[in-house]
Each structure stands twice: as structure tokens, then as C-alpha cells.
């Protein structure tokens, strides 16, 4: 009986290894992706795809927040590409929708600010995609907040097809990466305010009455305008 209770112990303690090594691993390799490129639409679904894979979970949504309508509205979804077929329905549906305050996963997110864990979303009376869920034969729901300087700009939701109970040890690690992703977003936001404004700028050159161009320190003119 002591050798079982020592046997037990020590499969428990290289459990929470593995998982501590996988949770290092997932923010080693989202923080690659972020350096690598400030390329949204090539990184970000690369990043859900982590997730995903690392949670071992089915399907992956992105809940972007609209402030003019005060909204959240699907962007980006991920899901492995033989699933295309079982998963079409509920991807269209969710690209269609928007989500307010409290309502269904997104919205109860958004509105808390905090991680939210759905157990069996066939059993939850606030899921309005219920059907579209029973037809992809998702159960468990996850979701949490996505926040740069400005606030929560977003809400990420993870699906299985599994009954599952919540994870306490995944708040650290959720905390983290949705810090990490919003202020990937706030870096090609700026990024892209950066190359407006400079686009704006050369605009302006190009419609002077006089003649202008610019010099590089070798004598090149990498610019000059259209008079």
C-alpha cells in the first residue's frame, strides 16, 4: 500500500512537469511568432492554432470589440483542416454574429473581464450558437480576455468535444497570453497608423506647386515628386 501511495505521488509530480514544460513552451513559441512579423493576418491565426493545439481542444474563436457599435465581433477562427466540414455551420454562424454585455460566451467575457469556463455548452441557457454546437458535437467552452493599454480590445473562445472540468492552473498562464496578443495588436495598430501617416505625408509632397526631392547620404533620390 506505501509503494502504491509513492507510485501515485510521483506520476502526479511528472504530470505537472509536462504541463508547466507545455505552458513554456506554448508562450516560447507565441512570442516567436510576434517577433518574427507585425504581419497580422499571417501571424495571428498561426497563434490561435497554438493555443488550440496546446489546450488539445477542437475549435478556436477571436471576438475582436467594435466600439462604435460596442460589439464583439468574430474575426479569426482556427480549427484543423479536416474538420472543414463539421465545423462550416457554426464558423459561418459566428462570423454572422455580434455578441453585447452578458451575452453568450464572448459577451459574459467581455462584460467581467475575467476567464470564462463553460462545462457542457449544451446545458447552458446563454448559448445562443446551441445548435450549431450540437451539430459539431462541441461540449466544453472556454474563453478569455484579450487586453492591451487601452482595456480589453477582444475575447479569444476555445471549444472541445469533451465534458470537461475548469483548470485553476491555466489563470496564470491565460493572464499572460492575453496581455501578450493584445499588445501585438496595439503594435500593428501603430504600425499601421505609422504607414498612414507616412503615405499621407508623401502625398502631400506629390501635390506641391514646386519641385522637391529627397537625397540619401550616397546621392540617391529614393523620392521625388510628380513636378
Not at 118 to 144: E, W, Y
Request: net charge neutral; charged share 25%.
Amino acid at each position: 500500500l506505501g509503494t502504491q501511495r509513492f507510485f501515485v505521488g510521483t506520476m502526479r509530480d511528472i504530470s505537472e512537469r509536462k504541463q508547466a514544460e507545455a505552458q513554456r513552451n506554448l508562450l516560447h513559441n507565441i512570442t516567436k511568432l510576434f517577433s518574427t512579423s507585425d504581419d497580422l493576418e499571417s501571424v495571428f491565426p498561426k497563434v490561435l492554432q497554438n493555443i488550440c493545439k496546446f489546450m488539445n481542444w477542437e475549435i478556436i474563436f477571436y471576438w475582436m470589440f467594435d466600439e462604435e457599435k460596442q460589439v464583439l465581433r468574430c474575426s479569426h477562427s482556427w480549427h484543423a483542416s479536416e474538420d472543414i466540414e463539421k465545423f462550416k455551420e457554426l464558423v459561418g454562424k459566428s462570423m454572422k454574429m455580434t455578441f453585447e454585455n452578458d451575452t453568450g460566451l464572448p459577451g459574459r467575457v467581455y462584460t467581467s473581464s475575467e476567464p470564462h469556463w463553460i462545462i457542457d455548452v449544451t446545458q447552458d441557457a446563454n448559448f445562443p450558437r446551441l445548435p450549431f454546437a450540437l451539430k459539431a458535437g462541441l461540449h466544453s467552452g472556454f474563453g478569455f480576455p484579450v487586453r492591451n493599454s487601452k482595456g480589453l480590445i477582444g475575447v479569444i473562445e476555445v471549444f472541445s468535444e469533451k465534458t470537461l472540468q475548469p483548470k485553476k492552473d491555466m489563470a496564470q498562464l491565460i493572464g499572460s497570453l492575453g496581455n501578450q496578443i493584445g499588445q501585438f495588436f496595439e503594435r500593428c495598430e501603430l504600425k499601421q497608423r505609422q504607414l498612414k501617416d507616412q503615405q499621407n505625408f508623401f502625398n502631400m509632397l506629390d501635390n506641391l506647386p514646386v519641385s522637391f526631392h529627397l537625397q540619401a547620404p550616397d546621392y540617391t533620390v529614393p523620392f521625388a515628386n510628380k513636378m
